[in-house]
């Protein structure tokens, strides 16, 4: 008999889970492969219903279930639905993961109020109040965990031309964590957990299109020097990370940061 995986049965929201044009993987694409072939079925969040597509369709091809939910998650009024959507096809919710993400390589001083309001809406309000509709669901299926997709720019400087309002956004995320986790870890037969996990310098196609946003081509610069381990990472290390914090592998860990980035926090230089 085939062991079962470790989120059979489970039910998880992925938002962000389709992936722009680019080389390689995005990280919500990696995240809900990762959950599908560990038994989860996972809800496909996406503006775009074709990335959600392209993302289903490899999920079913190998074996996995799972179901596509159009949103903008810069409209604050579709937000609860999303939940309410999962509950009412699937019968439950064990995971969310607050992926998406809009990425803006501008400084502070060259950053529009219609910028910086469209970034805090979607890296920032929107996993606010889904959250917020996701605690009573996760409550009732018995506890579960939630994933905020943070970024090591809200830890440290970019060295380049400024992420103000994405860094800012970013960093509300562990605010978030802190307090949710605090008041509702008991909240459930085995309680909430709520975690924050940073990618670092990550291959991604976002990675692609915001080096070329700047004037740079992808490859043209050897990023992985900026590690402590001398490579590049992908969106499959910070699948991985997810998978062990909704998982019962981080069934005692909760309110922390995790970041996923070959040590690159931990330089000096």
């Known amino acids: 008999m085939a062991e079962a995986g470790k989120l059979e049965g489970k039910v998880a929201i992925v938002t962000g889970a389709g992936s722009q044009e680019g080389d390689g993987y995005g990280i919500g694409k990696a995240i809900s492969l990762t959950l599908a072939r560990e038994g989860a079925t996972v809800v496909l969040v996406d503006q775009f219903e074709d990335r959600a597509n392209v993302t289903l369709a490899e999920v079913e091809k ?50 529009t109020p219609e910028l910086y309001d469209r970034v805090i809406a979607v890296n920032l309000t929107a996993p606010f109040f889904l959250t917020q509709a996701a605690i009573p669901a996760l409550a009732e299926s018995g506890g579960g ?9 809200a830890t440290r400087g970019t060295g380049g031309t400024g992420q103000a309002a994405y860094a800012a956004s970013k ?67 910070i699948a991985r990370a997810v998978l062990f914090l909704a998982g019962p592998d981080g069934r005692f860990v909760s309110g922390v940061h995790i970041p ?10």
Not at 145 to 153: D, K, N
Not at 260 to 269: L, V, Y
């Open 145 to 153: 965990s939630i994933v905020h997709i943070t970024s090591i720019a």
């Open 260 to 269: 996923i980035d070959g040590g690159t926090t931990a330089r000096s230089h």
């Open 171 to 237: 960093s509300g995320l562990f605010g978030l964590m802190i307090d949710n986790a605090d008041v509702y870890g008991k909240l459930g037969e085995q309680g909430i957990r709520i975690n924050c996990v940073s990618p670092g310098i990550v291959d991604t196609p976002m990675r692609q299109a915001a080096m070329r946003q700047v004037g740079l081509e992808p490859g043209s610069i050897n990023l992985g020097e900026k590690t402590s381990l001398g490579f590049e990472g992908d969106a499959w290390d």
């Open 62 to 111: 190998e074996g996995g279930k799972g179901s596509v939910i159009v949103a903008d998650l810069s409209d604050r009024s579709s937000i609860k639905g999303i939940v309410d959507e999962t509950v009412s096809r699937h019968g439950r919710l064990d995971v969310l993961v607050n992926n998406a993400a809009i990425s803006a390589t501008v400084s502070l001083l060259d950053t």
